[in-house]
C-alpha cells in the first residue's frame, strides 16, 4: 500500500498547496482593500480548477486505501486466531543495566529463560539502517515553493489602473482658458480670451516575458512547475510594470522642501504641508493627496510617528503589522504609500489627478511544441504611465547625515 500512501500524500500536498495559493492572492487583495485584478482572478480560476480535478481523483483512492486496512486488519486477526503460544521471542531488551544483572545471575544459576534472553542479546547481528538501502527510501519535497517575491502595485492600485483604449492615443487638457474681468466703467469692452485645448499624446508600451518548458518537467514535477512558471511570470509583470509607473512619476516630479538630517516630526510634517501647497496651488484641489516613498525612507520618516496616537500626534502612526509594500500609516492625515519601485531616497507629495495609469492585461499565453515535447509559455500586457501635470507631483529631499 506503500505507492497509494504516496499517491495520496502527493494530491493532499497538492491541493493544500493551491488552496494556500488561492489563500494569498485574497489575502493580498483584502490588505490593500480592494477587488481581485482580471490576472489574479485568472489565476484563481486556474488553481481551483487543479483542485478539482486533483478531488477526483483523490476520492476513489482513499477508498481503496480503506478497504485495503479493514482487510490487513481481517487477516491480522485471522493470523492471530491460528496462532500457537509458546513461540520463543526473537529479540530480547532490557530497560536497564540493573535488569541486565539479575538476568545474567540467573542465568548463572540455571534458569533456561534467563539464558535465552541473554543470548538473543548478545548475539551479533547485522544492524540495518538507512545508508544501506538507498534506493527504497522515496525523496520528499514539501511545498509550497519558496519565493520571496511582492508583486504588489501599490503605486498602479493608489491610482487605479484605467483600461487601455489602443496603442497610441491622446488625453484633451485646456492650455488656455478663458478670462473674466472687472469692467472699467459703462459701455467699455469686458476682457475676452479664447479657450485652447490641447492634447497629450501617449503610446501604450508593451511588457512581457515567455519560458519554454519541456513536457517532462510538466509531468514529473511536484509540486507542478507549470503553475509555478505562470505564477512567476505574472509576478515578474507586475513588479517591472510598477518600476515604471515609479520611475515615470518620480522623473516628472517638481522640486520642492529639503529636509534637514535627522528630521523631528515637526521637520517631516512641515516639509509635507509645504508640498500640499505646491501641488494645491498646481491642482487646484483636484484629486486627492497622498505621500509616496521608497522603503528606505520608511526609517526617516516610520520612527517620528508611534502609533500611539497621543492627542497632539501628526498622524495616525505606522504599525508593523501593516509591513510590507501599500498604505503604511499617515503623516499629518496623509496617506503614506510605500512601493520598491522608487530609487533609494525618493519621497512624492502628488495629487492622485496628477498622473494615470492605463493598461491591457493579456496574460498567459502557450503553444506546444510537439518536435521537442516542449509547452512555450509567455506573459504580457500593454501599459501606459501618463504624467497630467509635473507641478502636481512634489519631491522632498532628505539630507544624508545623522
Known amino acids: 500500500m506503500r505507492n497509494t500512501d504516496q499517491l495520496l500524500t502527493r494530491l493532499v500536498a497538492e491541493i493544500e498547496e493551491k488552496q494556500q495559493f ?15 485584478s482580471s490576472q489574479e482572478m485568472e489565476l484563481v ?28 486488519r481481517m487477516l491480522a486477526e485471522i493470523a492471530a486466531t491460528l496462532g500457537g503460544d509458546g513461540e520463543r521471542p526473537r529479540q530480547a531488551e532490557y530497560r536497564s543495566a540493573g535488569a541486565w544483572i539479575v538476568d545474567y545471575w540467573r542465568a548463572g ?10 543470548e538473543l542479546f548478545m548475539r551479533a547481528a547485522a544492524h540495518q539502517t538507512t545508508p544501506d538501502n538507498p534506493g527504497l527510501l522515496p525523496e520528499q519535497i514539501l511545498g509550497p515553493v519558496l519565493q520571496f517575491v511582492d508583486q504588489a502595485r501599490p503605486m498602479i492600485n493608489a491610482l487605479g489602473a484605467r ?20 469692467q472699467t466703467a459703462e459701455k467699455t469692452e469686458l476682457p475676452s480670451r479664447k479657450l485652447i485645448i490641447g492634447k497629450i499624446p501617449v503610446t501604450a ?8 518548458v519541456s513536457r517532462q518537467n510538466i509531468d514529473w514535477t511536484q509540486p507542478a512547475v507549470f503553475d509555478i512558471v505562470v505564477n512567476d511570470l505574472a509576478a515578474q509583470y507586475a513588479i517591472e510594470t510598477e518600476n515604471a509607473a515609479a520611475d515615470t512619476f518620480a522623473a516628472a ?12 516630526g515637526e521637520q517631516v ?20 493627496v497622498l505621500i509616496a516613498c521608497s522603503p528606505d525612507m520608511l526609517g526617516l ?11 497632539n500626534a501628526f498622524g495616525s502612526g505606522f504599525n508593523a503589522a501593516n509591513f510590507g509594500q501599500g498604505a503604511m500609516g499617515a503623516v499629518a492625515g496623509i496617506s503614506v504609500v510605500v512601493s520598491a519601485g522608487f530609487a533609494t531616497g525618493t519621497i512624492l507629495v502628488m495629487s492622485t489627478a496628477a498622473a494615470e495609469v492605463y493598461e491591457d492585461r493579456i496574460g498567459s499565453l502557450q503553444v506546444i511544441e510537439p518536435s521537442v515535447l516542449g509547452v512555450q509559455v509567455a506573459y504580457a500586457g500593454y501599459a501606459a504611465f501618463l504624467v497630467i501635470e509635473p507641478t502636481g507631483i512634489v519631491r522632498i529631499s532628505p539630507t544624508a547625515g545623522p
Open 163 to 182: 483600461q487601455l483604449p489602443s496603442g497610441s492615443w491622446s488625453r484633451p487638457r485646456i492650455t488656455q482658458h478663458t478670462q473674466v474681468g472687472q
Open 109 to 118: 544459576v540455571g534458569q533456561t529463560d534467563a539464558r535465552e534472553r541473554l
Open 301 to 311: 520618516i516610520g520612527p517620528l510617528f508611534a502609533p500611539v496616537n497621543p492627542q
Open 45 to 72: 480560476t486556474r488553481s481551483r480548477d487543479r483542485m478539482s480535478e486533483l478531488n477526483q481523483q483523490l476520492e476513489p483512492v482513499k477508498e481503496s486505501r480503506r478497504i485495503g486496512l479493514e482487510s490487513s
Open 22 to 36: 488561492i489563500d494569498g492572492i485574497v489575502e493580498d487583495a483584502e490588505k490593500d482593500g480592494r477587488d481581485l
Open 253 to 264: 516630479a517638481t522640486a520642492g522642501p529639503t529636509l534637514p538630517a535627522g528630521p523631528s
Open 269 to 288: 510634517a512641515a516639509a509635507v504641508w509645504t508640498a500640499v501647497g505646491q501641488v494645491y496651488a498646481a491642482m487646484q484641489g483636484v484629486g486627492g
Open 205 to 212: 508600451e508593451t511588457w512581457g516575458g515567455y519560458v519554454n
